[in-house]
């Protein structure tokens, strides 16, 4: 307010040379800069006025040894000068600290029955309140507010001191500090107390980190609130542990839970050099009902795989690592020089471990017809199998230092389960991602494949169960989906032509070298090789090429160039892409 009253009599006064300027300004002289701070700290903002200048100097002595005795120097030498020459005085605070106070005796006891608490062994163990360390009362009321709050955390809510006392000896500059921690006994979870008509009893109950009876552990309550919060049921948790109503030392605790808005719809658009331009709808319905039930429909169109999907999801043991989906799926795609119809009606049991390893047993109904060469191809599978999946990463999310992402998936059919064909499938998928030194990141990625099937029935394998290759997910400097196992035919006219049909082998790799201009953009250089193929008739592709990559909050925008350089004739391919590596 004071500026804009400055600035409004400027204005009214015109250039009558009236300028609004502080009464006093100060420096501190000879402390080191961490007790200049300090000193700084208690003594306050300069004044702005005469009067408030009076009171900052009547008061200045007592602040300055109150900044100097805050850090252990009670034998201080405190000098001032003021040059009163100008409007705005010149004051200088020169300081001679001398030696500080030094602990001669340290004596901090606990009692209570958290004196077998490993948490305030550990605390007290580490304590920096020595004897021949430099007195610093900052460090000593931190401590004391350590002990509190570890109380308080763990559930010693009866917790106090019985002594806190600091003792400075002025003649020989000496202090000694005794504190004495009373913790009391320790509180238990009592009773969890929340609305059973808007959420399962069970469902609450596998998300729970702790049980009545239980010691009381703030982290337990935290973990709990966090599972909830990671379910999406609901849009805010509130954990209230009412100690005042606590009964037999038992703490009962008040959930609220606040459901999230009952649907949600997204509607996202992109664009990439595999799948060209894509528009996307999604409803998501997050709890359908108090046993935790959701679901997803997602319909996505683009040229070249428009696609259909709805899962619906039904929480077993554990609603985030025990789910149970339906999902039924429609797409269209194009793979090679074939285009494909699949229909796909799933269910999948979907387990995460503690350890972060992700198993899914599924059993997948495939109806899928292509055409090729004008010839209809018309096939149903039922395919029983199982995935195992695991990510660890370091750095954000979108752009990690480090990780590793492994992915394993087999799945088979047999005709006298249903299917029109035997086969046995398997395949897997692998990134490394590190950053040996700064600005300095390297990414390698692997795919390898394999469909065991008899000659016989090779015809009857539909394309998604087959493997291509190519574009910017895979060998960069070929169309996406371009390179599999080559067929000569004959057309209508007796031509011979050359046609891009489902390998039943894969195999490729990658090595980006990765440099970071800012925080914002970086560079990179790649070589990607490898091939889809039938058993025997492997016939690497390499691409190489280079790009630019910026950073956004959901990932990478990367724009590219890569050159097949093992085409008779090379050309390079443009291939832009969004997202991370994970």
Known sequence: MRFFTCAAVLFLLGASGTVCAKALSYTVEGV????????????????QTNSERTVFLGRLDERVRNGLQAQGYYRAGIE????????????????????????????????????????FNELLANNPLRPGDQLDHGRYEAFKKSLLSLGQKLGYFDGKYTVHRVEVNPDDNTASVELAYDSGPRYRFGELQYDTQQVDVALIDSLRSFKRGDYFDLALLQRFQTQLQQTRFFSSV?????VAEAVDQQVPVLLKLYPAQRHSFDVGAGFSTDTEERVS??????????????Q?????????????????????RHPLNDVLQLS????????????SQQKELAVRREIKSAEGWIRSYFLRSLNESWQLNGLHNDNFYLL??????HKIRRGPLVDPIRGFSQLYRVEGGD???GSDIDLLRLYGNFTYVTTPAARHRVVVRAELGAVFIADSDRKDLAPSLGFFAGGSQSIRGYGYQSLGNEVIVAARDGILTSLTVAGDRLLTTSLEYQYYVNETWRGAVFVDAGDAFDEGEFDINVGVGFGVHYLTPVGAIKIELANGVTDDDPSWRLHINIGAEF
């Open 80 to 119: 001032t000068f003021i040059d009163k020459t100008h409007s705005e005085w010149q004051l200088v605070i020169s300081i001679s600290p001398n030696d500080p106070a030094i602990l001669s005796r340290v004596d901090i006891r606990l009692t209570g029955q958290a004196q077998e608490s490993p948490q």
């Open 281 to 294: 709808l999604t409803w998501r319905s997050p709890k359908l009902n108090r046993y935790g039930h959701s």
């Open 384 to 389: 029983p199998g199982i995935t195992l999946a």
């Open 32 to 47: 080191h800069s961490k007790l200049e701070r300090n000193i700084v700290a208690w003594i306050g903002v300069e004044p």
């Open 415 to 417: 005709e006298n389960l």
């Open 238 to 242: 509130v954990l209230t542990p009412r």
């Open 328 to 339: 039924a799926r429609l797409e269209d795609n194009e793979f090679g020089d074939i285009d």
């Open 296 to 316: 997803e429909t997602r319909l996505e169109y683009s040229s070249i795989n428009p696609s259909g999907r709805v899962t619906y999801n039904i929480p077993l």
